[in-house]
């Protein structure tokens, strides 16, 4: 499967959307790009759960009219960094970061949704001007279900300690969850900001993710506290 071929799909609802990650992530596959996968798989699983539980939303067909466009942010960037070789903004420090030979597949994730959310959602809120937030925050509650499945899976296929020990490490997942949330939080109050001050934060914040796991230095660890208020 060609990278062109997958790009080509235009999803008409959210099911057909679920299709093209998964045809995504066979590519992703094939071509030996498993760095990209633990976020596919996490936002897919996501996307699929919220499908499942549309009886409990009040406004369903606004929800899936804003998980297609939401879909479109992610592969309109995935789409010119494969066939063009760009990067894009709020991308950039994601896949600066999946093409290191050290990335570690729990940083892959929360890098991914980082952009997707802190970035993307924070400005698609606006631009579509989204008003649902009850259904916006009942997402939340689905988020933890999907993601440990996601990390278990990438724990073994990726053979990563750091996953299993996350998993098994207390609050740890939690203190993880309730960044995410806290970040969804933040996209529905973003869009009073600048789209491109939101890109530029989104990619700072990312820069910080990274030092946080990777910067052993002693001027590193001392800059550690700051970057975790940062991040």
Request: proline fraction near 4%; aromatic fraction near 10%; charged fraction near 30%.
């Amino acid at each position: 499967m060609s990278s062109l071929s997958v790009f080509e799909i235009e999803p008409d609802d959210v099911s057909e959307l679920v299709d093209k990650m998964e045809s995504f992530e066979c590519f992703l596959i094939e071509n030996d790009c498993e760095s990209f996968t633990p976020f596919l798989r996490a936002y897919r699983k996501i996307t699929e759960k919220v499908q499942e539980r549309m009886e409990i939303f009040d406004s369903p067909e606004e929800l899936e009219a804003l998980d297609l466009k939401f879909g479109e942010l992610y592969f309109d960037a995935m789409e010119a960094y494969f066939v063009n070789g760009e990067k894009k903004k709020p991308w950039k420090t994601y896949l600066d970061y999946v093409e290191r030979d050290d990335s570690r597949p729990l940083l892959e994730l929360l890098l991914g949704i980082n952009a997707h959310i802190n970035a993307d959602l924070a400005v698609l809120i606006d631009e579509i001007d989204y008003s649902e937030k009850e259904d916006f925050e009942k997402v939340n509650r689905i988020l933890l279900e999907s993601l440990y499945p996601v990390i278990i899976d990438t724990a073994f296929t990726r053979k990563d300690l750091e996953s299993f020990a996350f998993i098994g490490s207390g609050p740890l997942p939690f203190i993880g969850l309730k960044k995410i949330q806290n970040w969804r939080k933040n996209a529905w109050n973003s869009g009073k900001k600048n789209s491109e001050t939101i890109l530029q934060e989104t990619e700072m914040k990312a820069s910080n993710l990274i030092s946080l796991r990777h910067d052993n230095s002693l001027e590193g660890f001392l800059d550690k506290p700051s970057k975790i208020l940062e991040a």
